[in-house]
T-cell receptor
Framework: DAGVIQSPRHEVTEMGQEVTLRCKPI?????LFWYRQTMMRGLELLIY????????DSGMPEDRFSAKMPNASFSTLKIQPSEPRDSAVYFC????????????FGSGTRLTVV | AQSVTQLDSHVSVSEGTPVLLRCNYS??????LFWYVQHPNKGLQLLLK??????LVKGINGFEAEFKKSETSFHLTKPSAHMSDAAEYFC??????????FGAGTTVTVRA
């Protein structure tokens, strides 16, 4: 089991550029979550999918952020255009159908927007 | 709705002494509770979980936590701290929709 795989591990981009973060959940997990971690706000849930369908995107900061899950094995989080305040660590997590067994988090993508 | 409050933002212990990290929860449902650990510049690792089975839960690396419904608490303990325990610890509650609510985190420092 390779765990939840995120790419890239680090991303440095200039303000105004488009950024795409990628996540491969654990096979068989049907819920996928995107979190953002910053010093100021801690861990924030951005969006979560169940069976590839977005269930709750109330945490997405603004229209510059979008997320997709085209199939059970892949999800993307896109920021367009990026801003310096988007700099954070973005985590993806997945959980099996029962849910109560805890989430498995990826190693995160550290995004720096300059 | 559910939430957790971690009562200490920072805990400092000497190596070999006990560690206690305090967490209180609030939930309208029978909660699932978790403790996660995050080492510097690393992802989050599940330490242990409570899902309405035994109230004393044993996790990895010698950690354990006790669910006390009457006190709405889920404190994390370890009898003897090790230098490798220096990290940030998050108490987490999950509701019926499987969304997680994270505490603000407790940073543990271990003195030699």
């Amino acid at each position: 089991d390779a765990g939840v795989i995120q790419s890239p591990r680090h991303e440095v981009t200039e303000m105004g550029q488009e950024v795409t973060l990628r996540c491969k959940p654990i096979s068989g997990h049907n819920s996928l979550f995107w979190y953002r971690q910053t010093m100021m706000r801690g861990l924030e849930l951005l969006i979560y999918f169940n069976n590839n369908v977005p269930i709750d995107d109330s945490g997405m900061p603004e229209d510059r952020f979008s997320a997709k899950m085209p199939n059970a094995s892949f999800s993307t989080l896109k920021i367009q255009p990026s801003e310096p305040r988007d700099s954070a660590v973005y985590f993806c997590a997945s959980t099996p159908p029962a849910g109560g067994y805890g989430y498995t988090f990826g190693s995160g993508t550290r995004l720096t927007v300059v | 709705a559910q939430s957790v409050t971690q009562l200490d933002s920072h805990v400092s212990v000497s190596e070999g002494t006990p560690v206690l990290l305090r967490c209180n929860y609030s939930s309208s449902y029978s909660p699932s509770l978790f403790w996660y650990v995050q080492h510097p510049n690393k992802g989050l690792q599940l330490l242990l979980k409570y899902t309405s089975a035994a109230t004393l839960v044993k996790g990895i690396n010698g950690f354990e936590a006790e669910f006390k419904k009457s006190e709405t608490s889920f404190h994390l303990t370890k009898p003897s701290a090790h230098m490798s325990d220096a990290a940030e610890y998050f108490c987490v509650v999950s509701g019926p929709d499987y969304k997680l609510s994270f505490g603000a985190g407790t940073t543990v420092t271990v003195r030699a």
